[in-house]
């Protein structure tokens, strides 16, 4: 697994929660804005994609209007 100082990190935020996100070309990394040195998700790019595209086809709700 990369070290953070390696991975180029994008926030995200919805009602006042925020998630980092950090892509490789093989995985996907989250961890909580909050607390960036705590532990992180780590799934597979195919997965990070699918759930991608599932959010942006409605197929998983979110609260975004």
Known sequence: MPADHQLQWRRACG???????ATT???AFVRDSK???????????SAWSAFIT????????TDRH
């Open 54 to 61: 599932a959010v942006a086809g409605g197929g998983i709700p």
């Open 15 to 21: 009602n006042g929660a925020c998630v980092e996100v």
């Open 35 to 45: 607390a960036p040195h705590d532990a992180r998700l780590a799934v597979s790019g």
């Open 25 to 27: 070309p093989s995985n």
